[in-house]
Structures are given as structure tokens and as C-alpha cells.
């Protein structure tokens, strides 16, 4: 799919404010119009969308805009900060504790990319915080969830703490936060399972092993290609797991990513990584200001 930058919708504005040589509240009217038309489809949330666009018009009305000789980039650069501050403007670093084992446990829906990422993570660990993780494979539902994640730790050369899928996700997590400290594996990355659609069994289930795994990082998978189904999403996650971030994978596919805006506006928690690539080095922590250039195209 196509899209079409703001600065190309600002353009045909600009070149008639141009010709007129005075910026009207009429012409921000019309600007706001297109930052709208922009914002919806990169696929941020309708009200999200609305109030954004009040807050900006706002700003536009001020001197910087009105005076400007140049108003459709000023317009812009007001967007593009105020997305970036939406976004949490830094980038938020994973929790780690000074009590080892960081506990993460990854939550999301099947699909998503929790297994995939939980290895991206694990690796990434590594590499920039000198962390020994411990994979633990604790889907215990999905086929294949398993064998996946042993495929993927033997790849990247850490270990794998699985109880095959006879045993409940509470006492394998039990075990294997035993097991990280016998072996001084300062990292536990949790797997956990997903389904097809959220509902009060999986939601339990969470619950009870968030009881047992105390994390310090709860950490939800989105998948960014679906878009407005991934901000009800990261809602409900939120909302019953009080998560502590969010991965946003598949940000290598064709979408605007608009997704981010709204589950950070809708949840106030930070996206902590991007998943860029199928591969296992394809994660990346995540930029707001980046975000905010790629949404606005
Ligand atoms: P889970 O059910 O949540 O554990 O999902 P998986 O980890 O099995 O991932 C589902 C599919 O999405 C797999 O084919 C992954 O290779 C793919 N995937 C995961 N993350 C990314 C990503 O960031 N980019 C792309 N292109 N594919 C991804």
C-alpha cells in the first residue's frame, strides 16, 4: 500500500499560502485537515487522532506558524514533536534488576511474535548488557512452541529450560527460576502462551505465573501489521497484567506503524523494542522520534 506523506499533503496548502504571502486561521484549519487525514491512515487511533490534532492546532495558531515564511514545515516540526513526546520522546530501556535473576516474562497473543522475540531478546542481552540469560519455554499449548524455542537457543547458543507440555506453566516457571540460580544465569526470559483471542483461562493463567515469576519486566508482543486490533490488545494486557512494555514486531512490513501512538497513548506504558526483521538479530530498541519521522512518511 501507498501512502502519502504529510509533507506532500501540506504541499498544494503551502503553495496557496505562497501566492498569498499570510498564513490565515482558515489555512491551519486546512493543514489540520490533512495532519488528520495523515494520522488515520497510518493507522492511529480515532480519538487519539482527534485529540492530537486539537493540541497541535493549538500550537500552529501560535506566532511561530502564523509568521512563519515557511508554515506547512513548521506545521511539521510541531507534529513531529509532539508525536515523538507522545511516544515517550527517549528511548525507555528494559528493566533490569540488581538482584539477579531479572525475571521477563513475555505475554501476547499467538502469532505475535513471542518466541521469536524472546530469543531476540535473550541475544541482545547478551550482547549489550553482558547478561546470561535462560530461555524458558513455557507455552505449553501452542504445537511446535517448544521445539521452536530449543531451535532457537541452540542457534544463538543459550540455554533452554523446558518440561516438555505435560507439566503446568506455574511449576515449570518454579523450576526454572531454581534452575537460573543453580546455574547462575543472571536472566530469565518467561515464553508464555498466547491464543487466538484473549480470554479468562489465558488471563489466569498469566496471572497466577506473574504470582510466581515476580518479573521485572512484563513485556507484551504486538504485532504492529494489525494495527488497531494490536491497541485492544495491548488494553486488555494492560489491563489484567499491568504490563511494564511492549515489543512492537513486524515493523519491517509495509505499515505506517501508527499502531505505536495509539498503545502508548492508550496504555501510558513505554515500547521498549522494534522487531525488524524474522531474523534473531532483528531487534532493535525502539526510537519515538524515528517512530514519529515513519508515521508522518
Ligand atoms: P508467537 O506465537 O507469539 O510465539 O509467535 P512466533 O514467535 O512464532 O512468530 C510468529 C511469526 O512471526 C513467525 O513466522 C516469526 O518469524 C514472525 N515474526 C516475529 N517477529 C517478526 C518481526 O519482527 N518481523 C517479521 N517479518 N516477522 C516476525
Request: zero cysteines.
Given at each position: 500500500m501507498a501512502f502519502e506523506g504529510l509533507g506532500e499533503r501540506l504541499q498544494a496548502t503551502m503553495d496557496r499560502i505562497k501566492g498569498k504571502g499570510k498564513v490565515t486561521e482558515a489555512d491551519i484549519k486546512v493543514m489540520m485537515r490533512e495532519?488528520?487525514?495523515?494520522?488515520?491512515?497510518?493507522?492511529?487511533?480515532?480519538?487519539?487522532v482527534k485529540s492530537f490534532v486539537n493540541d497541535v492546532k493549538e500550537r500552529a495558531l501560535g506566532q511561530d506558524v502564523m509568521t512563519s515564511l515557511t508554515p506547512g514545515q513548521q506545521v511539521i516540526k510541531i507534529v513531529r514533536d509532539e508525536l515523538t513526546a507522545?511516544?515517550?520522546?527517549?528511548?525507555?530501556?528494559?528493566?533490569?534488576?540488581?538482584?539477579?535473576?531479572?525475571?521477563?516474562?513475555?505475554?501476547?497473543?499467538?502469532?505475535?511474535?513471542?518466541?521469536?522475540?524472546?530469543?531476540k531478546l535473550a541475544?541482545?542481552?547478551?550482547?549489550k548488557h553482558n547478561k546470561k540469560p535462560l530461555l524458558v519455554a513455557g507455552d505449553i499449548y501452542r504445537p511446535a512452541a517448544i521445539d521452536q524455542?530449543?531451535?532457537?537457543?541452540?542457534?544463538?547458543?543459550?540455554?533452554?529450560?523446558?518440561?516438555?507440555?505435560?507439566?503446568?506453566?506455574?511449576?515449570?516457571?518454579?523450576?526454572?527460576?531454581?534452575?537460573?540460580r543453580d546455574e547462575h544465569l543472571d536472566t530469565v526470559i518467561?515464553?508464555?502462551a498466547g491464543r487466538l483471542h484473549i480470554d479468562e483461562t489465558l488471563m489466569n493463567e498469566l496471572k497466577e505465573v506473574k504470582g510466581i515469576a515476580k518479573p521485572d519486566e512484563i513485556m507484551l508482543?504486538?504485532?504492529?501489521?494489525?494495527?488497531?486490533?494490536?491497541?485492544?490488545?495491548?488494553?486488555?494486557?494492560?489491563?489484567?497484567?499491568?504490563?511494564?512494555?511492549?515489543?512492537?514486531?513486524?515493523?519491517?512490513g509495509d505499515t505506517r506503524g501508527g499502531a505505536a501512538l495509539s498503545i502508548r497513548s492508550v496504555t501510558e506504558k513505554p515500547i521498549?523494542?522494534?522487531?525488524?526483521?524474522?531474523?534473531?538479530?532483528?531487534?532493535?530498541?525502539?526510537?519515538?522520534?524515528?517512530?514519529?519521522?515513519?508515521?508522518?512518511?
Open positions: 495532519v488528520r487525514l495523515a494520522l488515520l491512515e497510518a493507522d492511529v487511533n480515532f480519538k487519539v507522545l511516544m515517550g520522546g527517549e528511548n525507555s530501556r528494559i528493566n533490569l534488576s540488581n538482584k539477579p535473576p531479572t525475571v521477563i516474562m513475555m505475554v501476547g497473543l499467538q502469532g505475535a511474535g513471542k518466541t521469536t522475540t524472546s530469543g541475544l541482545h542481552l547478551r550482547k524455542l530449543q531451535t532457537v537457543g541452540k542457534q544463538i547458543d543459550i540455554p533452554v529450560f523446558d518440561m516438555g507440555d505435560k507439566v503446568s506453566p506455574q511449576e515449570i516457571v518454579t523450576n526454572a527460576l531454581q534452575h537460573a518467561i515464553d508464555t508482543v504486538v504485532d504492529a501489521m494489525t494495527g488497531q486490533d494490536a491497541v485492544n490488545v495491548a488494553e486488555s494486557f494492560n489491563d489484567l497484567l499491568d504490563i511494564t512494555g511492549v515489543t512492537l514486531t513486524k515493523l519491517d521498549k523494542f522494534a522487531g525488524m526483521s524474522e531474523k534473531v538479530d532483528g531487534l532493535e530498541p525502539f526510537h519515538p522520534d524515528r517512530m514519529a519521522q515513519r508515521i508522518l512518511g
